[in-house]
């Protein structure tokens, strides 16, 4: 029987969501039904309600979500009924030539799921797309079973919801892309959920000297409490690669742009050491942009390269919450604020406005 569901629906670009009843389809062969707990705004929903990614509407929005498996459908072994649960934006199908290589991580029905028009969700007969396949912003959502992690049911679901995309993308980048070295150096440009997660990233892997930069004064507090040595204002300061040179003698040994702006991008490049500087792009820099760096740069020896998703598979997602469990990073400093799914629109607004670190709208309290 399909199910009706409390969903906050976006009609268009740029229109406040609607929260409205729509139904859900039951879970077919090889799907999961999920019945949400909690779920992050994240900077993408916000990308693509303003039309800055390409995006089909009407779309229920969300893909930080984590929650319990309420029925699998035909076919489904790895997964029952209670099982505590994130969907994750990178499947595995193990079937393309990345998952054969090994890189999950780059799994080609990523981009297929994207743009499918294939949804769960439907309102008075009218399809209603699924964001990347997933929709946690409703209090219940199908996904397919490759698109889900089981996780420690230990995890406080309120914070731990932001592991599914933010956190992860920012711990993998640091421990997984850039493989961060202990008693290395390394400079973070942005400090929003991401980069605080990147500056976890680094301390966890032993890093002894952080320098996060960020142009809003009022992120210094925050990216010192979790593990940054030095915070930088590139307003105070010349020029912000001197300013790291400065710190570090030949500059750092990772940079990451954390923002996705291309001039952030290459001071990130030009602020590490010339000969085994390696910089990250964490952020993800609009479609039409181009990076360029004066090629002196990269003929001494510095790496240049980008980070998906933190270069994160299933499986790491679930290490992380585990990671989170057994106290190896906190969360409490990165989840500012908790909404009903009715205040939806107003953490968008808070994102807008960078009054909030990250949000979350809680379905069921723990
Ligand atoms: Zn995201
Ligand atoms: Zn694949």
Redesign the pocket.
Known sequence: MPLVVKAAVAFGPNEPLQIREVTLADPGPGEVLVKLRATGL???DLSALEGKIAQTFPVILG??GIGDVVAVGDGVTDFAPGDRVMPYLVPDCGECAFCKSGRTNLCVQMMVRRQSAKTPFSLDGQPIASYCGLGTFAEMTVVPVDSLVKVNPGARTDHACCIA??VTTGLGAALITAKVTPGSSVAVFGTGGVGLSVIQGAKIAGATRIIAIDTNPAKAAIALKLGATDFINPKDVENIVVEVQKLTGMGVDFAFDCVGHPGLARQALESTNPAWGLSVCVGVIPAGQELSAAPFNLMTGRKWTGSLMGGAKRVDVARYVDMYVDGTYGLDDLVSHHLTLDEVNKGFEMMRSGEAVRSVVVYVAD
């Open positions: 994240c900077h993408s893909h930080e995309c933010g």
